[in-house]
């Protein structure tokens, strides 16, 4: 299995929109993790990650989504999940995340529920 892991962002209002294309695994997971650091020290809160390009995701992926929707709302910031692939939706529900956080379908509601 290749692992890499690509970051794309736009800025929806003061929303950061973040969209992923690859694995997010073990091997990569420092990536993204590195990149939302980065943001939140520059001020940037609130955030939508795009999953519907991730193919893999590990439980270091998964970490990292858990810390930083904390670390964003200990800011009184956002991190909102949306259109995950099936694949990653599947992970995430069997994990029990989806009670823990919205895996929204649209990135223009994920985008909406960022802003608060």
């Known amino acids: 299995m290749s692992t890499s892991l690509d970051i794309s962002e736009n800025s929806v209002d003061e929303v950061l929109v973040v969209s992923l294309t690859g694995t997010l695994d073990g091997h990569t997971y420092m990536e993204l993790e590195s990149f939302l650091s980065a943001k939140l020290e520059s001020n940037i809160?609130?955030?939508?990650?795009?999953?519907?390009?991730?193919?893999?995701?590990?439980?270091?992926?998964?970490?990292?989504?858990?810390?930083?929707?904390?670390?964003?709302?200990?800011?009184?910031?956002?991190?909102?999940?949306?259109?995950?692939?099936?694949?990653?939706?599947?992970?995430?529900?069997?994990?029990?995340l989806d009670a823990l956080m919205t895996l929204h379908t649209d990135t223009n509601n994920a985008v909406e529920a960022a802003k608060g």
Do not use: D, H, W
């Open 45 to 96: 809160k609130r955030f939508v990650i795009v999953l519907k390009e991730v193919t893999y995701i590990a439980s270091a992926g998964v970490g990292v989504l858990i810390n930083y929707m904390k670390q964003c709302k200990g800011q009184e910031g956002a991190l909102e999940v949306a259109e995950p692939s099936k694949s990653v939706s599947e992970v995430l529900q069997i994990l029990g």
